[in-house]
């Protein structure tokens, strides 16, 4: 695991920005993970800007997110289909048939977890996954005690990611308490990880993934098992 340390969040964003750019124009059919959260909105400001600004091509991209609510429908103001579409995919060239995330209103939660595991190895798997870390230490939403070899299924969210991320709802209370994830196995299983986590409320958990023991209370330290992955941070 690499560890990048910049001097600030916009600097640290930016290098993201950076190698994801450069990715894409390596290989233009690139198959790429996506994450949500607080912590992207500038990259995917950023990705936008270099697409209008670099005419960087995202037409042959596709794209598989992370995670998703269970219960809330695609144009639900808090759906993770509705923050990407906000922040990212109506902003660049992408053919929106590409995108996936899983749906949280599937009839039968099991099985469209176990197609979304199948698309993306039809997709020749993921080339280069986004990760944020949440303040449980969870990548997606794997929460603590997340087996390493799991794949994609539903996890119940923890108090502390329920107290992270309800702010965000109208009425916090309606914050659904489940969500569809890919799994630590599936994350692992991307050919390249880079990782953004920034700021001082993140320090403390991020010590934990990078110098602390591998252990599936923190699904984090997972990360440290990847040989190929960047962890950028900021100073902070
Ligand atoms: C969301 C996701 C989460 C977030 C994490 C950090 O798709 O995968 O693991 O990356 O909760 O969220 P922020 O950036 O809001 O602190």
Not at 34 to 61: Q, V, W
Not at 80 to 96: A, G, P, Q, T
Not at 112 to 132: A, M, S, V
Not at 196 to 215: N, Q, R, Y
Request: a neutral charge; hydrophobic letters at 40%; proline letters at 5%.
């Amino acid at each position: 695991m690499e560890v990048i340390i910049r001097p600030d969040k916009e600097k640290a964003t930016d290098l993201v920005a950076k190698i994801i750019a450069k990715a894409v124009q390596h290989k233009p059919g690139l198959v790429l993970g996506l994450a949500t959260g607080n912590t992207m909105e500038p990259l995917y400001a950023e990705l936008a800007a270099i697409h209008r600004d670099e005419k960087l091509d995202f037409s042959l991209c596709r794209t598989f997110n992370l995670d998703e609510y269970v219960g809330l429908k695609a144009e639900h103001r808090n759906s993770y289909r509705h923050y990407m579409n906000e922040h990212l995919f109506s902003k660049i060239n992408i053919d929106i048939r590409n995108t996936h995330l899983p749906s949280g209103t599937a009839r039968d939660l099991d099985s469209e977890c176990e197609k979304y595991e199948q698309k993306i190895k039809e997709c020749g798997g993921i080339d280069l996954q986004l990760l944020g870390i949440g303040k449980s230490g969870h990548i997606g939403f794997n929460e603590p005690l997340s087996a390493f070899f799991s794949r994609t299924r539903v996890k119940a969210l923890t108090p502390t990611t329920i107290a992270q991320n309800s702010p965000l709802f109208e009425k916090p209370e309606d914050m659904p308490k489940r969500a569809i994830t890919m799994g630590v196995g599936t994350i692992l299983d991307a050919k390249r990880i880079v990782t953004l986590v920034l700021g001082k409320a993140k320090s403390e958990i991020l010590a934990k993934a990078v110098e602390g023991p591998v252990t599936s209370m923190v699904s984090a330290s997972a990360l440290q098992l990847h040989p190929k992955c960047v962890v950028i941070t900021d100073e902070e």
